[in-house]
Structure formats: C-alpha cells, structure tokens
C-alpha cells in the first residue's frame, strides 16, 4: 500500500525545523529515515529546491521555496506526481496561515 508517513517544515539556512513531526510508526525503517531527514535538514542550501532521495523501501521528496523546505516520507511505490503535489499544498497552507517574517526569527 502506497501512503505519505511523515511530513515536516524546516527553516533552509539552519535545519530548524518549523513543525511538530508527524510520524508514528517507529519501526527500524523509520528510524534510519529519521536521521537522513536531520542530515538533509542541515543542507538544504546545499541541494536543489525539488529533490528525491530513495532510501530502501522509503522515498524522501522536499521542496523549498522563500527560505522554507517542505519535506516527506513516503513508501517507494507512492507516486512522485503526488508527492510533489502534496508538498505544494503543504507550502501553499503554510504561507497563508503563518507569517514568513516571524518564521526567519523563529528560535528553538
């Protein structure tokens, strides 16, 4: 079964993430893709704004955009055409609802 398993929002310039995380299996899978997300988190203005990572049975696509990355962890076989769509709503919900001044000052 194909679905989305975690998504998360995340500050560009210091992988600060902006949401609470959404994931509640806890498998070992999980776990592994857990640490790619904080890697990717801490250089994300290192990659491209459209990105894929494939990671065993689990895909992590993200999209950034305005100094925010939207990030998720999907199962391999969840097509990439959603998930990008999926990210753009994502991003197009959290733009609206929160302003992007307070989200460059936002402290841990």
Do not use: W
């Amino acid at each position: 079964m194909s679905m989305i398993l975690s998504a998360s929002v995340i500050r560009v310039r210091d992988g600060l993430p902006l949401s609470a995380s959404t994931d509640y299996e806890q498998s070992t899978g999980m776990q592994e893709c857990r640490k790619y997300f904080k890697m990717l988190s801490r250089k994300l203005a290192q990659l491209p704004d459209r990105c894929t990572l494939k990671t065993g049975h689990y895909n992590i696509n993200f999209i950034s955009s305005l100094g925010v990355s939207y990030m998720m962890l999907c199962t391999e076989n969840y097509p990439n055409v959603l998930a990008f769509s999926f990210l753009d709503e994502l991003q197009k919900e959290f733009i609206t609802t929160y302003n992007m001044m307070k989200t460059n000052t936002a402290v841990r």
